[in-house]
């Protein structure tokens, strides 16, 4: 029963590819673009390079979708490029692809939605004043959601995607078969002649090349987020790995078309967008604050009729949302890569369970944090971000090509069947072409993108890179310290036991922690106070004489109203004296439902616990009473973010049991 | 010997006056400023009313301290004007006073901050573009160095206080001994024409009584602070009431003449100083981004030789220096009550210990928020200030007097003794008459600042109130449930204990809890494992059998990789089948030194113990391991801040057992 419930959970493929595919798809929103701006840097002189840059982008598109379906059947555990590059070419190797990755994730929600508030602002150009606040909102947005849990599954996730794909289609279709009766559409900016910069218009030679490599750069955008299928595999229904590999060509088959469209209808439309308002000849309003239209906006006011047609809002508001939803998937992708580095001890041990939610928490309050601080900083200005964004991607591409090759090697090596053979070498090719070109493309990118911002994200994942090392190692430390070489000579049992209640007033929770104390029968057993103030220290003492009470009662000393160092100074004296004892320390405590009860509650025993920690030889033993606000603060358990992604069930194991907010306070 | 210690660390008069006194008396260094402000509404026209005012601020003045002197005297041990309202005039009349002087303690710190940096801009005018900055920058410096327990005792707190009365009498004898050589200074605002507001200067009537209702109200801004000096009576050497009355009469007398004083100066020198720049006609600069000179500045310049004298400069350094301490002060002051009322259950209980560091670093922290928000807010301008601040001050002033009054008229009803009798009748018609005087003087402020902004400081009165209230309800409540009833009937000692040792692997903490939970003996002891991962699990169950163990190991399935559920569904199973047993889980825990290194430990262990803790029936048992660095963690104990004001001793009590940074890890 418990398999099938999580068979319900898995993911069809028509759920999978909007889920999975949000992130690259919606990245054709802004791949043309990117090329445009760079390529107007020279008027519109070289735009004639628009379809060979786009079909070097589409080739690449290609080579990866087939490189990682390849991934997809080889390693179908989810770990995706991390997982092929730690296998195959060491855990350095790894761990560059996790930062790198890491870093991507930031950028993603950062280029996404700025993108999307880019989309908003072309449809309603009034609100362009609140590009950034706006930008904000949708991170705070996202990043309370995702606290709250909202699944990520099911139609309201997968609707988007769709509705962008089905709204682009139509769009391209339209324009076409609109061409084809004679309406060739036009952009607004085709009217604005383009002014070059610094007479880049005669460009020629190594210039040239720059140029283009530069613009092939910025296409690559259309790439990032291939992977993330990668990393979706159990999430999968069965066959996992072949319907991947299946959602993976459906992915790259309708990103290229969607692109090329795109393209294709930028340059008959003649959309003039560039990175300078002001080098559009005549263009209206103050171009030091005016921005342009997207190119998407552009495309779809053209063909659809105007800037006030219904499915021109349709298109943006679709290419918006899918945008947001993109973002949303990094909020998704995160905790659960910081999961599997935390299985490998480079990342706190606690982000590896599920049920931690507080790290996870902690995971997308920074993730939302760093972005914030992206997005004000540049401005959410899409072409900027985006500088940081590609070298990470190409970077793990890259490495897990590589990996890939040394994987059909190792295959190769010991397999004899002839046809198992003949398919690794065919996959084996793939690969190693899908490693020169990637590795081409990241030299490219490297060399056109590092001095616009990319040091940046150099700078961070190598940052990343080191405070993971730095705790692997540490980890390994502990490991080793906490060995056991002797198991005889370790496992000495304590001669005695000698048991100490703490007491404050004799309440409930004093009387349950004494019959608890009684009831181990300790060798010695004695009741503990720390005399804070004279007046009910006595009062206590004389309330302790008239009960019948069997457990002595001490009063320690503390003339400076402290309770911690008269306790561990006592519990110290004690070792000093038996060595060989045990000192049991029994605290009674109280247990409270509100978080705000928590505040109220004496934090002086927390503190009292963790310095008794410190002290050979002792235990420390919380009697917790229970007051009746703590049946109060049921609360159903939340999903952790990246739970769909992994392929686990939805909701509680056990309904009858819901998980509970728990606070502590002590007596 | 320890006696010897405390009389060691108490304050002889001559460092007390410093330390209490640096508050009130830096209050003259914007008192007279005030009312300058108001008068001049009116141009010139209303200046001669200055003395009258300033007659009126001294003769209140004499009445507070003549009266608060009465309170030291009949209430030793540091409560001040809250002490003697809640034992005079219930506890609701207490709440009000506390809640006044918290938010005192906020704008002592904001009103301080501001003046001082003023009187540094004053010295440079062109940082005054700095102003909110600098502001900001001396709260977040007063914070770290309370956070950090720096000392407030000593000659280095003492000194500036004493420079300020050296500084501010060396101006004001100089100033009058020119004047006996025909020498008159001038200030330099002299020049300036001040231009009225509306036609002020014809005032007359109700209007002219209202401007110097006004402008008396802000000439008692002089008296903030007064009552500081009954706060710290435990602080003084014996006789402790004695010096503390000696004390506040120096304190009085000193301020005194240091207000008069500068006033006087003020009206020779003709300081024209307005809240508006651009009444000041033909004032060099912008009139909208110039700000005036401080009068304190104005009147060195005049009385030094201009503004680049070595003492214009010594002056205002003085000036800026016993401000910035006067906020200190409030840091110190903050917690010292926080402390009293924490002991009352107003507060949470955490503050009334000293041993609980955390709980005053958020106090300090809090009131680092609280005030550079109001600094922010405010511009750092100290008038918008000071129309929050005064309100709160008069509250406690009129209530504690009417207190004291009360407070006679009980020892009156038993008294028998003449000469006794004779000198209670006496206080009674001083603090009769105080109570009279500060209640007046608060109508006239409510009256007067109260649209100004002392309605903010109401309305966070009134919170502070009422989450007091609630605080203090909660507590009862609490303490009503917890209370025992049947001595008999809630002392039931559990039938048996059935021991549980949590093992994730076998390691060296392992095998300690396991030798501990033996020397108990319980009834029934198991070892249990949660299977997260199968691999480990086996490898575990595998060196289980191999070695000579005794305790059985029982496996808890957990298909979902979660640890808290597993084992809270079996502690409960165990309930349920035997309700009269306790069960014991023995948690294996190591303990590092770092607080890094705290975080990279599994925190998933603090949330099962939390979640064991809503169990009934339970006891945890943390069996600590400590590694080599939990040693390192050895740091000096910090002082509390407002330690010395209580009169507590310096350093350790046990320099042979530094306190440590605690923080534990789980195995």
Redesign the interface.
Same mark, same amino acid.
């Given at each position: 029963m418990?398999s099938e419930e999580l068979g319900e959970t898995l993911l069809p493929k028509r759920l999978a590819l909007p889920i999975f595919a949000s992130d690259p798809l919606s990245s054709v929103a802004y791949a043309t673009e990117e090329i445009l701006l760079v390529l107007t840097v020279g008027g519109t002189a070289f735009l004639y390079l628009t379809p060979w840059i786009a079909a070097g982008v589409v080739l690449l598109m290609a080579v990866v979708v087939t490189s990682y379906r390849q991934v997809v059947r080889a390693y179908p555990s989810g770990g995706g490029s991390y997982e092929v590059v730690t296998t195959n070419l060491g855990p350095n190797a790894g761990l560059v692809v996790a930062a790198s990755l890491l870093v991507d994730y930031v950028m993603t929600v950062a280029v996404s939605v700025a993108s999307g508030v880019d989309n908003i602002i072309s449809a309603f150009p009034s609100i362009s004043a609140a590009r950034v606040p706006m930008a904000v909102g949708f991170v705070v947005l996202l990043s309370a959601m995702n606290l709250r849990g909202v699944r990520e599954a099911g139609r309201a996730f997968a609707a988007p995607t769709y509705l962008f794909i089905f709204g682009i289609v139509l769009m391209i279709v339209t324009g076409f078969v609109k061409m084809l009766f004679g309406h060739t559409p036009v952009a607004s900016s085709a009217q604005y002649a383009v002014i070059p910069v610094d007479h880049k218009d005669t460009l020629a030679g190594l210039g040239l090349l720059m140029l283009c490599l530069r613009a092939f750069a910025s296409g690559c955008t259309a790439l990032t987020g291939v992977e993330s299928i990668s990393n979706g595999v159990p999430a999968f229904r069965k066959p996992k790995s072949k319907n991947a590999a299946t959602t993976m060509s459906a992915m790259g088959i309708t990103a290229v078309l969607m692109f090329v469209g795109i393209t294709a209808l930028a340059l008959i439309a003649k959309v003039h967008k560039t990175d300078d308002t002001c080098r559009l000849a005549n263009y209206p309003g103050d171009c030091h604050t005016t921005s342009q239209p997207t190119v998407i906006a552009q495309l779809a006011s053209s063909i659809f009729g105007g800037d006030h047609s219904v499915l021109f809002y349709f298109i943006q508001a679709v290419t918006a949302l899918v945008l947001i939803l993109a973002a949303n998937t990094a909020f998704n992708g995160f905790p659960l890569l910081s999961s599997i580095l935390a299985q490998h001890r480079y990342l706190?041990?606690?982000l590896?369970?599920?049920?931690?939610r507080?790290?996870f928490s902690n995971g997308i309050i920074a993730l939302a944090v760093v972005n914030i601080a992206l997005l004000v900083a540049y401005k959410a200005d899409v072409t900027n971000l985006i500088h940081l964004y590609i070298l990470g991607v190409f970077t793990s591409f890259t490495l897990s090509q590589i990996g890939m090759v040394k994987h059909w090697n190792r295959l190769l090596a010991t397999e004899t069947d002839t046809k198992v053979r003949g398919s690794a070498k065919r996959s084996r090719i793939i690969n190693g072409f899908g490693a020169g070109f990637t590795g081409l493309v990241l030299v490219i990118v490297m060399i056109t993108k590092f001095t616009e911002g990319a040091w940046l994200a150099v700078v961070a994942a190598v940052l990343l890179f080191g405070m993971m090392r730095g705790?692997r190692k540490?980890?390994d430390a !502990?490991?080793e310290?906490?060995?056991?070489e002797d $198991?005889?000579a370790? +496992?000495?049992?304590?001669? @005695?036991?000698h048991a100490i209640v703490l007491v404050s007033t004799?309440?409930?929770?004093t009387?349950?922690a004494?019959?608890?104390a009684?009831?181990?029968?300790?060798d010695i057993l004695e009741a503990v106070t720390v005399a804070?103030e004279k007046d009910s220290t006595q009062d206590l003492q004389e309330k302790w004489a008239e009960?019948?009470?069997q457990v002595p009662l001490k009063v320690l000393d503390s003339?400076?109203?402290?309770?911690?160092?008269p306790v561990v100074?006592y519990v110290r004296s004690i070792r000093r004296t038996s060595p060989r004892e045990?000192v049991?320390v029994?605290i009674p405590?109280? !247990?409270?439902g509100h978080w705000w009860?928590h505040? $109220?509650?004496?934090? +002086?025993a927390l503190?009292l @616990?963790?310095?008794?920690?410190?002290?050979?030889g002792?235990?420390?033993?919380?009697?917790?009473?229970?007051?009746?606000s703590?049946t109060r603060?049921d609360r159903p358990a939340r999903r952790a973010p990246g739970s769909v992604r992994r392929g686990?069930?939805a909701g509680n194991?056990?309904p009858t049991?819901p998980e509970?907010a728990?606070?502590?306070g002590s007596?």
């Open positions: 418990r706190p041990r606690q590896h369970t599920r049920g931690d507080l790290a705790i540490h980890y !502990v490991a310290e906490l060995a056991v $198991l005889k370790e +496992s000495v049992r304590p001669s @005695k036991v004799l309440h409930k929770p009387l349950r004494l019959g608890y009684q009831a181990f029968r300790p804070v009960s019948e009470i003339p400076f109203r402290e309770i911690t160092k100074g045990a049991a029994f405590e109280y !247990v409270v009860e505040l $109220l509650h004496n934090q +002086s503190w @616990k963790s310095r008794l920690l410190f002290t050979p002792v235990m420390v033993i919380s009697v917790p009473w229970q007051l009746t703590s603060a686990e069930p194991l056990d049991e509970k728990v606070h502590s007596a």
